[in-house]
């Protein structure tokens, strides 16, 4: 099977603002932050890959790369055998991300509403949108009449989800899923993206967390990150072998792992 997630040597590099400046370890004040540094990986069709990291570890940035928000200082990455850099996934609606950000949405308006603006976005029809609209409402039990900003926290979270499903991309990125929700509903969407949307669909899945349960509840494999580097990758029982233990808990192995690469 071929991947359909390919990035090779990805490094991001920022300018620190407002003038601070972090001294090296040589004594050198350093203006510039690797907050992804010479990434590489791979995914194929159906495979749900956990990037687990602490926040800071440029789990975030990395995922705006490989959706075509954000352009890599170098490197190169691919969806579909189509270059991200140079826009061309963008182009052909590839890759949904949702970003846990709810300042995008229109507070005044339905989850319907809002929705149906990012559908006319992606080009789908008025009959395509209402019924690719009603079926995410269906399955993540957003009440699409209600409006954002009467909307809990975790209706948000599920309509952001939503909006990355629309228009129905071969992969889709997600950064903190289930931040926001409570434990059923977090069980619940959990499920929908292992059962749903990777076995059944075959979407390619990239979540990003900082919550050890649901990287091993959801991963087919862990892609343990830290200060803009993946430290380690592999199922639990790889990661086990790679911490030099015998057995132990998500916990044990990312702690094992991330004091060994200090």
């Given at each position: 099977?071929g991947?359909?997630?390919?990035?090779?040597?990805?490094?991001k590099?920022?300018?620190r603002s407002?003038?601070?400046?972090?001294?090296?370890?040589?004594?050198?004040?350093?203006?510039?932050?690797?907050?992804?540094?010479d990434?590489s990986?791979?995914?194929?069709a159906?495979?749900?890959?956990?990037?687990?990291g602490?926040?800071?570890?440029?789990?975030?940035?990395l995922?705006?790369?490989?959706?075509?928000?954000?352009?890599?200082?170098?490197?190169?990455?691919?969806?579909?055998?189509?270059d991200?850099?140079?826009?061309?996934?963008?182009?052909k609606g590839?890759?949904?991300?949702s970003?846990?950000?709810?300042?995008s949405?229109?507070?005044?308006?339905?989850?319907?509403r809002?929705?149906?603006?990012?559908?006319?976005?992606?080009?789908?029809?008025?009959?395509?949108?209402?019924?690719?609209?009603?079926?995410?409402g269906?399955?993540?039990?957003?009440?699409?009449?209600?409006?954002?900003?009467?909307?809990?926290?975790?209706?948000?979270?599920?309509i952001?989800?939503?909006?990355?499903?629309?228009?129905?991309?071969?992969?889709?990125l997600?950064d903190?899923?289930t931040?926001?929700?409570?434990p059923?509903?977090?069980q619940?969407?959990?499920?929908?993206?292992?059962?749903?949307?990777?076995d059944?669909?075959?979407?390619?899945?990239?979540?990003?967390?900082?919550n050890l349960?649901?990287?091993?509840?959801?991963?087919?494999?862990?892609?343990?990150?830290?200060s803009?580097?993946?430290?380690?990758?592999?199922?639990l029982?790889?990661?086990?072998?790679?911490?030099?233990l015998a057995?132990g808990?998500?916990?044990?192995?990312?702690?094992?792992?991330?004091?060994?690469?200090?």
């Amino acid at each position: 099977m071929g991947y359909v997630v390919e990035a090779q040597d990805l490094t991001k590099v920022f300018k620190r603002s407002n003038g601070f400046f972090r001294r090296s370890s040589q004594g050198q004040c350093n203006s510039l932050i690797r907050a992804v540094d010479d990434v590489s990986l791979t995914v194929e069709a159906g495979s749900v890959l956990a990037i687990l990291g602490p926040n800071g570890a440029g789990k975030t940035t990395l995922l705006r790369i490989l959706a075509g928000l954000v352009l890599p200082s170098s490197g190169d990455a691919h969806i579909c055998g189509l270059d991200v850099v140079q826009g061309e996934t963008r182009e052909k609606g590839l890759v949904g991300i949702s970003l846990g950000d709810d300042r995008s949405l229109y507070a005044r308006l339905s989850g319907r509403r809002n929705l149906d603006f990012f559908a006319a976005m992606h080009g789908l029809s008025r009959r395509e949108a209402t019924q690719r609209i009603d079926e995410l409402g269906r399955i993540l039990e957003i009440p699409l009449d209600q409006s954002v900003q009467a909307s809990s926290a975790g209706i948000r979270q599920r309509i952001l989800i939503a909006r990355a499903l629309l228009h129905d991309p071969a992969v889709l990125l997600l950064d903190e899923p289930t931040k926001s929700l409570d434990p059923t509903s977090a069980q619940g969407l959990r499920g929908f993206i292992r059962e749903r949307l990777a076995d059944h669909l075959g979407k390619s899945v990239l979540i990003a967390t900082h919550n050890l349960a649901e990287a091993e509840a959801l991963g087919d494999e862990i892609a343990i990150m830290s200060s803009g580097r993946i430290q380690a990758r592999g199922s639990l029982d790889a990661l086990r072998n790679i911490a030099g233990l015998a057995t132990g808990t998500i916990e044990d192995v990312f702690h094992q792992l991330a004091k060994e690469r200090e």
